[in-house]
Each structure stands twice: as structure tokens, then as C-alpha cells.
């Protein structure tokens, strides 16, 4: 097929399939919160529920409780790890996703944790002679402060990021994968050059169900050294009756996290190779299936969680007990055979032994590694020439202080944090602004949006309270056309009930609108009909859940008007007129 | 899987072992998901009701729109349903059903597509393929079916005014231009007697009864019965375009049945052609192309040896009136395929032994030559009022409406669409 003939298939695109395509593809793409939130979180929360396992048994075995403390700096190694991965899979820079970028990142990362495991120790700052030992000596630079095992723990975690971000990476649709197959046939066939290399999922999964399953018996392996007594360990070692002493908090906190994060995991792992399957086939997925599957997988792990609680533990199981019971006979046959054949072993070395008798060893002094080094310098100072020492180890720091210098540069220059013009960080803070002042505008306006709808319900309470303390206070601020119908019509009812009021015919607390109409139509008889006209209007605006319109309004601005004018003529309020205890609530 | 069932044997193992009571925990955590997964996964589709609406006919160039309904009658929600509605490429306008959602437990959600009616036809929609599974990728995709149903689109219909088609009916013709008369065999009821009527048709069952003259009334036999005559014999067409020609013979059909039936006449249909669904074969269901999507006649046992056989010629639909029976005509006409089953010579005066005398047959076919015109006038001397209405382009038809005139029955050649114009000009225009 001709590029020209390509080109032409290619057009014959039309703008309602381009639309269509562009649908189909939004929905292909990850929810960003599943792919820098969800994910990422989980994989970390494995790899550290993982490395938690390792620590503790550290702790246990070194006696030394500031070893969890590191938790958080493996946990934040991961995270850095992860999203350096998705950062390189992004089309625009998968050209840095070399060995070379990983050493840097590597690099920067041991750098950093340099720093944090110098905080750590709570060392000063270096004195002279510090530095001038370094210089002598670089070794002493790495070894002081725990970072060896530090760097060896964060080197685990971020190897481990590292791989299974790469393996959920792979499993998410690439671009590429999503921009074709979600065009039409015509142009897809005319990109057939373009189709994107078909990856193996499943294959995939299966990878990572295996780093997961091996993990977990790793864990497995942490939970039951954490159980261990070694005072009765080094009694005697029998593996039935290593006891159950109890899981430390850690460890159990470590196991569940461990295990619902990887089978939440794997959930997410099922709906990548679904999604690749879904695509390949044409179909169009629904906005709601994502969301679907999120919520439903985490539901049913915790309900399983849940559940699970509720069910009667390990030895309590008769089943269990009838396992335990094989289990210790068939260890005792494995004992026994081991026996049988150590003594057997014993005889023919005991006899070896006997035939070629020696000098039993001198027994060694036990290992002082500061005496080891004492002893080295002073070797080196005895036999070799302090210049040349001095030459050597200047050389190795020029080397190593270059390197890692270029490594940093280059992993943060690359990362847009130093050099340049900052472009994206200048994007991003200005996204981060926008986005503030967005937030900030939806606030304002939130609160505005609740005093106006507050102002409108309170309306009418500052009309009554005001009658309530002051018969002649008038409510203020009231647009009459900003009101519905039916407000209109309370507030013409209720302007003439506080005239009335203000003339000396106040309506009291327990009054209904029919009995007060009377009251009215006895110091106003020839308003009669008014009065009842506008009592009867505000009845209806008042009980009556029929609609008022508009034009049901005029007429009784119109009435009001008139007993507006009638009220007017009683100037004078009367001589013993009390203050108004009327209740011109709409509640009345 | 393995690596799973690997890690529940280490879990057990550890469990065991070293009597950690927690990791027994994790073993039913890790065996519920499983079992969970396993468990829900076949009752997926259980409680799933899934369904099809839309007009089952169609005229020519209607879009139709085919409305899916999916219910999950269940409580537990579906978190993932595939569907695939198979749709013919004939029927295809716009994008194919074939998606996925995820359902909420009692949740309902319907979807609509439109098929295009761009070609006469027996159309399958469907069927519509659903599939499930679990969360986790522990159980097997379970799989269901909705089964198809099936669209007929009719044959194009050309809005005809007046056809002006002679009558020989002594006592029946086309609406007010006529007499009318009362058919003796069509009985309506009784009335009294009055000065004049025929001693005939005196009931003197019912005078003896009610010892007052009374005399029979009869239906007024207005109706001109016309038959639609179609051949569809392969062979009598041109080689070169017969599947053309033949479309428009059944277009022709289409819309002399459909304004005869709107003129309240009684129309029946006579084809030589072949109907799938009436065919051989059909015991054993329709079978459709996977192409175009249309139904297919479903090959003879014996082959060829079948070809030429008039078993498989459908029925006659014998001359009725009203929009029933004009869409039982069309649904006929939508469905009938050419095929190779008797010439019109032989097959014309042995098909029309069911009508009664006097109906005027419409016999559309490729031309007039001289086997053609003998049949019709063979049909003439039997009774019938044959019109011929030939479809193949002939510029010399002039000498077959002479030849036909010569033998007493009328020859019209329409071989386009311009050719019937005359029949759609306003009725004014034209002479009864």
C-alpha cells in the first residue's frame, strides 16, 4: 500500500468519527488518580510492608529500636522510585529511561541518604580532623552513621519500586497503543506501519504475582524469625516447638498491609490486561467501569477482611490440630533419620579423626573491628609513604565527588529542577496558582452563594423581629421583584398587618389571619372587602401548595394598595396602644 | 494460578509450623478473595435480564433505532459486563454495539444504535453476546446470549397515483366510475320486502318465520381483484444485469401492490422466486450471510439437482385487501430471491389456477417475446385480464405491445424509473 493511498484512507475520516475516536480514547485513559495516586501508593505501601518485615527482624536481632525509624525514608525512596518510572514512561521522555538515568536517580538518592543518615547519628558538623581522616581514609566517610546498611536497605526498596512499578508501567496502555486502536478501521489501516507492538500481559501478571507470592513468604519468613526466642534458640533448636510468641504490632500491621495491597494489586493488574483486551477489540468502555471495578474490589477485600476476622483462628481449628499432629510425626520420622544418619557420618569422621590425630587449634581471639583498623593504619603508616597515601585518596574523592556531582546534576536537570529555563517548573507552579486561586474563587463564591440563600430565607425574620422590638422599624433592602409570586403576596399581607400595627391595631401572638381580619374589619369597615381580599391572598401564598403566578401577584398589590390607603387615614395610633405582639411570621 | 495456590501452601505451611495464629488470617483472607471470585463470577449473568426493542419493519431508507436493555435484578453489583451486538453490514450506521459497563446491584441501563434500512431484506440483529468475570482474574469469563431477532425491510415503494388498468368484470370495478352491482355469492343479511325486488331473492325461511316477506341483501361487488404475477426465474433475465433488473421487478411489485391496496382493492402476490424462510431448509432454521447479514437460501441437500424444482416456490398469497395483508405482501417481497425454478412460459398458467375468474394479473417479467405473450394469452382465453409489465429495457417494445394488443391484453415496458410516470402524474391528468 502506497504512502499516497495511505494518506487518502487516512482522510476519509470524518469529523463525527474523529469526535467518536476521541471519546473512545478518553475513556482508555487511566484515571489520574488511579495512576498517581492509587497505584503508586499501593506498590509503596507493599514494598514498605515488605522492607517493615526486615527492619523488625533487624531490630529484634541487633537489640537496637531505631531501626523502624527508618520506615518512613524507605518508604519515601519507594515513592521516588515509582514516580520516576511513570515519569519516564511518558512519550516525551522515554528516551531518559536508560541505565544511566536510573545509576544518577540512584545516586542522588544515596546522596540524600548520606545527608539523612549523618542527621540521624546526630553528628556535629565535621571537624578538621574529621575531614582529614576522611581525606586518608574514604571508607571511614561511608561506615560512619549507618549508611552501608541504610544505602543496602534503600538500594532493596528502590530496586524492588523500581521492578513493579515497570511491570504496572507495561501493564497500563501505552499511548501509542491507545491514539491507534482507537481509530477508525480506515485509518488504522492506513497507520498499519505504526500498529504498536503487542505486549504479553498475562505474562506479566504472572511476573507479578510471582515477585508478590515470593515477598509474601519472605514475609512469612520476617514474621516467624520476629517470633523467635533466641535465648530458647540457642538451647535447643527444634522447629515444632518454636512457640507463638506473639506478633509484634509491626509485623501483623506489615502482614495485612502486605497482602490486601498486593491483592488490591492485583486487581488493578486484572483490569490493565482487561482494558488491553478491551481495546484490541474495539470496545467501547463505559465511563463507569473503571470506577466500577475500584470500588467493587476494594469492597470485596475488606468485606473478605472482615469476615475473615469473625472466623476462628489457626489452633483452635481441629483440623488443625489433626495437621499438627501428622506434621510433628512426620518431622519425628525426618529427626530420626537425620539422627541415624549424623551418627553414622560421626562414626566414619570419629574414626577418620582417631587415625590422624593433630594439635587441636589455638582458639582464636574474638573479631575487634576498630583494632582491625587501628592496625591497618598503622601498617599502612609504617610501611607506606603518607604522600603517596594522601595522592591516592585525593584521587579517589576527586573522582567520586565528580561523579556523583555530574550524576546529580544530570538526574535534576533532567527532572527540569536545575539548569534550563525551569520551564515546567514555572508551569507548574503557575498551575498550582491557578489552581489555588480557582479554589479560592469557588470558595468565595460558595460562601456568597450560602449568605444569599441564607438572606433569602431569612427575609422575612428581620421584618418581624424588627416589629417585634420596634413597631415603627421598617424592614430595609427588600426588592420586591427580586421576590417570587408567593413572597410578594406574604409581604403585601404582612406591610399591612405592621400599618395596622403602627395605627393601633396590632395583631397579637395567638391570632390567626381570620381572626385578625375581623379586628381589622371592625376599626376599618370600609376596607371590608380589601381586607379579606388580601387575608384571603395570603392564606393561599401561606397553606396552599397550587403555584402562584405572576400575574396573580398585581391583583393583590393592587388590593394592598387600597387598604394601604385606608390604613393611612388613621394617623393617629390610639392612646393605649401597646407595643405589637403581633406574630407576622410566615410560620402563622 | 499456581503461584496463588503456591502461597496459600506456604501460608499453611508457616501457619502450621510455626502456629502464628494471624497467618491464618491471611489464609482466609486470601482464600475468601478467591473463593468470593469463584463463587460470584457464574451468578453474574444469573440475574441479568437483558432485552431488545425496536420496530421489526422498516421501509426502505427508515433508520430504525434498536434500543438494549440491560437489568441487573440482582443486589450484588456486576462489576464488569461485555456486550457485542452482532449487526448486519447492510443494517451498520455509526459505531458497532460492542462495550462494556459495570452495573450497580438492581441497576438498569439501556442503550441505543441505529441500523440503516439501505437494502430490502431479512435481516438478523444480534445475537447479542454477553460476558463477565471476576476482579481478580481467578475465575473463568462466563458467557451468555441474547437471542437474535430479525428486521424485515421492505422492497422501495414508488408513490403511484392512477395505473388506469382495464377491468373485465361485469360486476365489480375500481370505485365510483363504475355501476355497482351485488355479488349473489357474497350473502350480508336480510331486510322487508319491497315493491320491486326479485322473487329470487326472497329468504322464504325467514318470511315463514317472521310471516313477513323479507329478501336477502348482498355485499356490493366493487372490488377489481388484481394479482401481482412476479418472475423471478434467473434465467429469463439478462445474464449481464439480472440482479438489477430484478430488484427493480420487485420494486415494481412493491408499489403497484401497495397503491392498489390503498385504492381498497384486493392485491395478491404469484412468484416464481424463492423465499428462504419457506424454502428447503427452513425446518432447520434461517441462515444468513456473514457478509451483508442478509438471509440466505439454504443450499438443497441434492444441490443441483433441486435447481429448476418449483418445491421451493412459496405459496400464492391469494388477492385480499387491507394493510395487513399488503404488509404480509411486502414481508413477501422483502425476503423472495431470484433463483433458477421454472421459466415464466411453463410456470405462468399453472400458477394462477387458485384465482377466480376475472381477476386482472399483473405479470411483471424481464420481457414480451413470444413464449411470454402466449402464456398471457393463454391466461386471457382461461378468464383472467393479463397486463404485462415488462422490466428489461426493450427498445423495440413496441412491437410487443402490438403483438400483445393483437392478442388482446396490454403491454407496458418499464424498465426505469421514469417509465412510470405516467402512473404517478395527479389523477387528474390521466384518463380512467
Not at chain 1, 495511505?6 to 478518553?26: D, F, G, I, N
Not at chain 1, 500498529?195 to 512469612?220: E, M
Not at chain 2, 388477492?319 to 425476503?335: D, I, S
Request: aromatic share 10%.
Amino acid at each position: 500500500m502506497s504512502n499516497l493511498y495511505r494518506s487518502l484512507l487516512a482522510r476519509r475520516v470524518t469529523p463525527a468519527e474523529e469526535a467518536a475516536a476521541a471519546a473512545h480514547a478518553a475513556h482508555y485513559r487511566a484515571d489520574r488518580w488511579t495512576q498517581y495516586a492509587i497505584r503508586p501508593l499501593l506498590i509503596a505501601l507493599l514494598v514498605g510492608a515488605l522492607l517493615s518485615g526486615l527492619l523488625l527482624v533487624v531490630e529484634i536481632a541487633s537489640g537496637d529500636g531505631s531501626w523502624q525509624a527508618l520506615l518512613p525514608l524507605l518508604f519515601l525512596v519507594a515513592l521516588e522510585a515509582i514516580y520516576t518510572t511513570l515519569w519516564l514512561q511518558h512519550p516525551d521522555r522515554m528516551i531518559l529511561d536508560k541505565p544511566v538515568y536510573r545509576l544518577a536517580e540512584l545516586v542522588f538518592i544515596l546522596v540524600v541518604l548520606r545527608v539523612v543518615s549523618w542527621l540521624m547519628a546526630g553528628a556535629d558538623l565535621p571537624t578538621l580532623a574529621d575531614l582529614a581522616l576522611y581525606l586518608r581514609n574514604p571508607g571511614a566517610f561511608f561506615s560512619y552513621g549507618r549508611f552501608l546498611p541504610i544505602a543496602f536497605l534503600a538500594l532493596l526498596t528502590w530496586g524492588l519500586s523500581v521492578l513493579l512499578s515497570s511491570i504496572f508501567a507495561q501493564l497500563a496502555l501505552s499511548e501509542f497503543e491507545i491514539r491507534y486502536y482507537t481509530q477508525p478501521p480506515v485509518r488504522r489501516a492506513a497507520w498499519a506501519d505504526n500498529q504498536p507492538i503487542r505486549i504479553s500481559r498475562g505474562n506479566l501478571v504472572g511476573r507479578f504475582l510471582v515477585i508478590w507470592v515470593y515477598g509474601g513468604v519472605l514475609l512469612l519468613f520476617f514474621t516467624a524469625l520476629s517470633t523467635l526466642a533466641l535465648d530458647q534458640l540457642s538451647m535447643r533448636f527444634n522447629l515444632l516447638a518454636l512457640a507463638r510468641l506473639g506478633l509484634p504490632p509491626q509485623m501483623l500491621v506489615a502482614l495485612l498491609v502486605y497482602f490486601l495491597a498486593g491483592l488490591w494489586l492485583l486487581s488493578q493488574a486484572r483490569l490493565a490486561v482487561m482494558n488491553a483486551h478491551w481495546l484490541l477489540n474495539g470496545v467501547v468502555k463505559n465511563a463507569s467501569v473503571e470506577r466500577s471495578w475500584q470500588r467493587n474490589s476494594l469492597l470485596l477485600l475488606l468485606l473478605v477482611a472482615l469476615a475473615a476476622s469473625l472466623l476462628p483462628i489457626g489452633s483452635t481449628l481441629a483440623i488443625s490440630r489433626i495437621l499438627n499432629l501428622l506434621i510433628y510425626y512426620s518431622m519425628l520420622l525426618i529427626n530420626l533419620i537425620a539422627t541415624l544418619f549424623a551418627l553414622l557420618v560421626f562414626a566414619v569422621f570419629s574414626r577418620l579423626a582417631r587415625e590422624g590425630a593433630q594439635e587441636a587449634p589455638e582458639r582464636s581471639e574474638p573479631f575487634d573491628p576498630a583494632a582491625f583498623l587501628e592496625g591497618m593504619e598503622q601498617n599502612e603508616a609504617a610501611g607506606g609513604s603518607e604522600t603517596l597515601t594522601f595522592i591516592f585518596s585525593s584521587a579517589v574523592w576527586t573522582l567520586l565527588i565528580v561523579a556523583v556531582v555530574a550524576a546529580v546534576i544530570y538526574f535534576l536537570r533532567e527532572r527540569g529542577l536545575i539548569g534550563g529555563d525551569n520551564r515546567q517548573i514555572k508551569q507548574n507552579w503557575r498551575a498550582f496558582v491557578a489552581w489555588l486561586k480557582q479554589l479560592w474563587a469557588a470558595l468565595r463564591w460558595r460562601v456568597r452563594d450560602a449568605r444569599l440563600t441564607w438572606q433569602e430565607r431569612l427575609r422575612i425574620a428581620p421584618a418581624e423581629e424588627a416589629t417585634a422590638e420596634s413597631p415603627t422599624a421598617r424592614p430595609r433592602f427588600i426588592r420586591l421583584n427580586a421576590l417570587s409570586p408567593r413572597e410578594q403576596v406574604r409581604y403585601f399581607y404582612l406591610a399591612a398587618v405592621r400599618r395596622a400595627g403602627e395605627r393601633g391595631v396590632p395583631r397579637r401572638q395567638s391570632e390567626t389571619p381570620l381572626e385578625y381580619v375581623e379586628d381589622l374589619k371592625a376599626n376599618w369597615p370600609e376596607a371590608e372587602q380589601e381586607v379579606e381580599q388580601l387575608t384571603d391572598a395570603f392564606l393561599k401564598a401561606r397553606y396552599s401548595p397550587q403555584p402562584i403566578e405572576k400575574e396573580d401577584v398585581n391583583p393583590v398589590k393592587e388590593t394592598w394598595r387600597q387598604v394601604k390607603g385606608y390604613l393611612r387615614r388613621r394617623t393617629q395610633p390610639p392612646a393605649d396602644g401597646a407595643p405589637a405582639e403581633e406574630d407576622a411570621a410566615p410560620g402563622n | 494460578m499456581i503461584q496463588f495456590a503456591g502461597l496459600i501452601i506456604a501460608l499453611l505451611a508457616v501457619a502450621f509450623l510455626l502456629r502464628i495464629d494471624f497467618v491464618y488470617y491471611i489464609v482466609y483472607v486470601c482464600l475468601g478473595v478467591y473463593a468470593a471470585s469463584r463463587f460470584l463470577t457464574p451468578r453474574g449473568l444469573r440475574g441479568l435480564l437483558a432485552g431488545r426493542e425496536f420496530a421489526p419493519n422498516a421501509f426502505l431508507g427508515e433508520t430504525v433505532a434498536v434500543t438494549l436493555r440491560l437489568h441487573n435484578q440482582k443486589r450484588l453489583p456486576t462489576p464488569w459486563l461485555e456486550f457485542n451486538e452482532s449487526i448486519p453490514p447492510e443494517l451498520r450506521h455509526g459505531q458497532a454495539m460492542h462495550q462494556v459497563v459495570g452495573l450497580k446491584g438492581r441497576e438498569q441501563v439501556s442503550f441505543t444504535y441505529q441500523v440503516q434500512a439501505a437494502q430490502r431484506g431479512y435481516y438478523r440483529l444480534g445475537p447479542l453476546r454477553l460476558s463477565t468475570g471476576d476482579l481478580f482474574g481467578f475465575a473463568a469469563r462466563q458467557r451468555g446470549l441474547l437471542a437474535a431477532d430479525y428486521l424485515t425491510v421492505y422492497p422501495r415503494i414508488i408513490p403511484l397515483t392512477q395505473l388506469g388498468l382495464p377491468s373485465r368484470l361485469p360486476f365489480g370495478t375500481i370505485a365510483s366510475t363504475q355501476r355497482l352491482f351485488e355479488d349473489p355469492a357474497r350473502p350480508m343479511g336480510v331486510r322487508d320486502y319491497r315493491s320491486g325486488d326479485s322473487l329470487r331473492q326472497i329468504n322464504w325461511k325467514v318470511s315463514a318465520h317472521t310471516r313477513d316477506l323479507v329478501v336477502k341483501t348482498f355485499q356490493p361487488a366493487i372490488s377489481l381483484e388484481t394479482a401481482v404475477l412476479l418472475n423471478l426465474h434467473r434465467d429469463d433475465y439478462e445474464a449481464r444485469d439480472w440482479r438489477t433488473t430484478t430488484e427493480w421487478a420487485i420494486v415494481t411489485a412493491a408499489s403497484l401492490a401497495a397503491h392498489l391496496i390503498n385504492q381498497r382493492q384486493p392485491v395478491g402476490l404469484i412468484t416464481n422466486g424463492v423465499d428462504p424462510l419457506l424454502g428447503a431448509g427452513a425446518a432447520e432454521g434461517p441462515d444468513f450471510d456473514e457478509v451483508s447479514g442478509r438471509l440466505l437460501r439454504r443450499a438443497a441437500p441434492d444441490g443441483a439437482a433441486r435447481a429448476g424444482a418449483l418445491t421451493d416456490v412459496p405459496p400464492p398469497i391469494l388477492p385480499r385487501n387491507g394493510r395487513a395483508h399488503l404488509m404480509k405482501v411486502l414481508e413477501r417481497l422483502a425476503r423472495i430471491e431470484v433463483e433458477r425454478t421454472a421459466p415464466f412460459a411453463q410456470w405462468a398458467t399453472s400458477a394462477c389456477i387458485h384465482l377466480s375468474w376475472g381477476v386482472t394479473i399483473l405479470a411483471i417479467t424481464a420481457f414480451g417475446d413470444e413464449a411470454t405473450c402466449q402464456a398471457l394469452h393463454r391466461l386471457l382465453r382461461a378468464g383472467f385480464n393479463p397486463i404485462l409489465i415488462a422490466v428489461e429495457p426493450d427498445y423495440n417494445f413496441n412491437l410487443v405491445r402490438e403483438r400483445a394488443r393483437g392478442l388482446g391484453f396490454r403491454a407496458y415496458n418499464v424498465a426505469r424509473l421514469r417509465d412510470l410516470d405516467p402512473w404517478r402524474r395527479p389523477r387528474r391528468q390521466v384518463p380512467v
